[in-house]
């Protein structure tokens, strides 16, 4: 299976910050690499698919990059309803995995 | 507007089996470029895709998990279904059902989710 690792696990951050959480796979996935936000008692939310494209009426503060093993999530103008866990997800082959996710927090 | 809705048992015995359906609104589960799948929340995992369905009825399951899994779909009812047999404590979480767009060159995304069950494998 592919593993994914993100990092940090956690972070706290202030509104109108920058932010930047990281994911690794433990092989080349190309592109194939999808981010999620999920709030406590919902489901995980698309907001970047193939690494860098963003998903249909997500905000355009949400940006993705990388290729490969190496994958960003930014955040830029951090807003009040952006707390929340982060997590990846590589679809390159089977079994699909997620990562442990990162949890933004209030600073 | 496409729409999930997971529905089954709240509560399985162990050893038993775990059944879940997806009922689906707004796009047909036999459209093409449309698979469908679960995906669970658990403690002791986190975020586990489970297994998927495509359009034309064909199946992928998670390795660990394939010899006890089972998705099928049926088309006049436009839902699909989750069957995990010999449900142990490991299998307590939440369960959703998603949509998930793929199609040649296009990387695999899960674009719509159901709002997620939870289920609970106790006597």
């Known amino acids: 299976d592919i593993q994914l690792t993100q990092f940090p696990s956690s972070l706290s951050a202030s509104i109108g910050d920058r932010v930047t959480i990281t994911c690794r796979a433990s092989q080349s996935i190309t592109n194939y690499l999808n981010w999620f936000q999920q709030k406590p008692g919902r489901a995980p939310k698309l907001l970047i698919y193939a690494a860098s494209n963003l998903q249909s009426g997500v905000p355009s503060r949400f940006s993705g990059s990388g290729s490969g093993t190496d994958f960003t999530l930014t955040i830029s103008n951090l807003r009040p309803d952006d707390f929340a866990t982060y997590y990846c997800?590589?679809?390159?082959?089977?079994?699909?995995?997620f990562g442990p996710g990162t949890t933004v927090d209030i600073k | 507007q496409v729409q999930l809705q997971e529905s089954g048992p709240g509560l399985v015995r162990p050893s038993g089996t775990l059944s879940l359906t997806c009922s689906v609104s707004?796009?047909?589960?036999?459209?093409?470029?449309?698979?469908w799948g679960w995906v669970r929340q658990t403690p002791g995992k986190g975020l586990e895709w489970i297994g998927s369905i495509s359009f034309g009825g064909s199946t992928f399951y998670h390795p660990s998990l394939k010899s006890r899994v089972a998705i099928s779909a049926d088309t006049s009812m436009n839902h699909f279904s989750l069957k995990l047999a010999s449900a142990t404590a490991a299998d307590t979480g939440v369960y959703y059902c998603?949509?998930?767009?793929?199609?040649?060159?296009?990387?695999?995304?899960?674009?719509?989710w159901g709002q997620g069950t939870l289920v609970t494998v106790s006597s």
């Open positions: 997800q590589h679809t390159y082959t089977i079994p699909f995995t």
């Open positions: 998603a949509r998930i767009k793929e199609g040649f060159r296009v990387v695999p995304q899960f674009d719509q």
């Open positions: 707004g796009v047909s589960v036999d459209r093409s470029p449309y698979y």
